[in-house]
């Protein structure tokens, strides 16, 4: 066998290809079949043989160890992936239990906020008038209202007769304070004199001919305004006990009174110092 060499001809290659192309009829016996064959048939068959068990055996070394590294994974069943989304669903469900407890906590949190701001914000409005009430209280605020304004000046006479006080034709302090004391007792307001607000810590005193008055220099003639009842601030200017001295004075000595009601009266807002050097508590 080894020394054969097949030639392939004409005629051997339509062979050749006969035989590739061609099948076998399935009546024909075994032994028929090899004692009709040529050299050359049997040759390439057991070449065709030979080659296919290559390939196999080639492929089969092949897939093994692929097939032996690889892990084969489990199939997903029906029971398990019921499984998954139960697990999944418990877990939504506890994380939104979650979310919920913590915007309820907010909620909380921003209406106890809420409560104490506007606590704060009553507490402040209070505060801010109580604040309001005290400083009108005190004069610090200009006010108006319905009340009198009631105008006083030295006498009018041209001369003083002799053997005659001339301290009896000039208004003085004491005439001033009386006049705003019957003003306050009888209900006024507010006060202001030339334009000085009257407060607690005001003081009138002479110097000379004038008057000081919230460390201001004044000088007749002396308006005072007050803010009150009208009627009952004019009768208490005019007829009350605590200025017949003084009413009676002005008559003889001729000294100018004049007492105007107004339904606005402006008085304004005290400017000056508030600090005390003398004081006594009760």
């Known amino acids: 066998m080894s020394g054969f060499r097949p030639r392939i001809t004409g005629t051997g290659g339509r ?3 006969h035989l590739i192309s061609s099948s076998l009829p399935t009546t024909t016996p075994l032994g028929r079949l090899r004692a009709s064959a040529s050299p050359a048939t049997l040759w390439l068959s ?39 989304v139960a697990s999944t669903i418990g877990r939504l469900e506890t994380e939104q239990a979650d979310l919920k407890e913590q915007i309820a906590d907010l909620r909380a949190r921003l209406n106890e906020a809420q409560a104490v701001e506007a606590e704060q914000k009553t507490s402040l409005l209070d505060i801010n008038r109580q604040i309001g009430e005290q400083r009108m209280a005190a004069g610090m605020i200009a006010v108006h209202g319905p009340g ?8 009018a006479a041209r001369s003083v007769p002799e053997n005659e006080d001339p301290e009896n034709y000039l208004l003085h302090d004491y005439d001033l304070r009386d006049i705003l004391n019957t ?5 006024a307001e507010a006060i202001s004199l030339n334009g000085e607000r009257i ?8 110097v000379g001919t004038t008057v000081i008055c919230n460390a201001t220099r004044l000088s007749p ?13 004019r009768a208490a200017l005019i ?16 000294l100018p009174v004049n007492v105007e009601l107004n339904q606005d009266v402006q008085v304004p807002a005290y400017n000056g110092s508030l600090v005390f050097k003398y004081a006594i508590t009760p």
């Open 15 to 17: 062979n050749v290809g």
């Open 46 to 84: 057991g070449a065709l043989l030979v080659g296919g068990v290559a390939v196999g055996l080639l492929l089969s070394t092949q897939w093994q160890p692929q097939a032996a590294g690889a892990t084969p994974s489990s199939p997903v069943t029906r029971q398990s992936g019921r499984e998954i």
């Open 148 to 155: 009198i304004v009631a105008t006083f000046d030295d006498s």
């Open 183 to 187: 003003l306050w007792a009888a209900g």
């Open 199 to 206: 407060v607690s810590n005001s003081s009138l005193y002479c």
């Open 221 to 233: 003639p002396y308006a005072v305004r007050a803010i009150g009842e009208p009627e009952a601030l």
């Open 239 to 254: 007829g009350s006990p605590q200025m017949a001295k003084f009413n009676q004075r002005a008559q003889i000595y001729d």
